[in-house]
Every structure is written in C-alpha cells, then in structure tokens.
C-alpha cells in the first residue's frame, strides 16, 4: 500500500511568524485580518464591537473572518464574546491535533462499520 502524506505549504516571514502559521493552517488569504483578530482575542475575549475598534476591521468584514475561525475551530463564541481556543499558539495547535485525533477515531470506526457490510 502507497504512503499517503500530507504537506503543507507555508512560507516563513521573519517579521510575522503569525503569518507562517496562518498559512499552514491553510490562511492563504487576508493573513493580515485574521492575525490582527488573533493577536485582539489572545489578549481577552471580546464581543463583535469590541474587536472590530480593537483590530480596526469593519464589522461586515469582522463578522466573515469570524465565521472562517469559527468552522475552523480556532475561535468559539459563548457569553456573547468570541474566544480563543487556546492563549497561546503551542495550545491551539495541541487543541487541533486533539479534534484531529478524534474525527480520525470516529473514521476508524466508521470505515469498521462499512467492512462489516460488505462482508
């Protein structure tokens, strides 16, 4: 059987690390917005309006960039305030590969299910 492997783009800016791992997790695009939010919501968690004068993005785009953070699961919206997973980089990379391990779990047993069937 064929290793698959999996490789992820990404260039390194010395002057914004941020921007690398943006890009590895596949923000190719408006890196400048979502690493403003971030670095915004690191500091503490806060509501639409808050980060929107915080980070100097306009709500209507705001509330886009959020929803991307949102699927992704970098970022969770309770007590009506937006929220990083994890405070530091090293924690939402660690909260990444923790959902990761568990979808691929959830395929394992899956793909079982299917074996039996065809069985």
């Known amino acids: 059987m064929q290793e698959v492997r999996i490789f992820m783009h990404y260039e390194k800016h010395s002057t914004s690390p941020e921007y690398a791992f943006l890009e590895a997790l596949g923000f190719d695009k408006n890196k400048d917005k979502f690493a403003k939010i971030i670095d915004s919501l690191k500091k503490?968690?806060?509501?639409?309006?808050?980060?929107?004068?915080?980070?100097?993005?306009?709500?209507?785009?705001?509330?886009?960039?959020?929803?991307?953070?949102?699927?992704?699961?970098?970022?969770?919206?309770?007590?009506?305030?937006?929220?990083?997973?994890?405070?530091?980089?090293?924690?939402?990379?660690?909260y990444i590969e923790t959902q990761t391990a568990r979808t691929m779990n959830e395929l394992k047993e899956l793909a079982k299910e299917i074996d039996k069937k065809q069985k």
Do not use: M
Not at 60 to 76: F, H, P
């Open 44 to 94: 503490n968690p806060q509501s639409s309006p808050e980060l929107s004068k915080a980070t100097g993005i306009a709500r209507s785009a705001l509330n886009y960039y959020l929803e991307v953070l949102l699927a992704r699961g970098i970022v969770q919206h309770y007590n009506h305030k937006f929220h990083l997973i994890g405070t530091q980089f090293t924690q939402i990379v660690q």
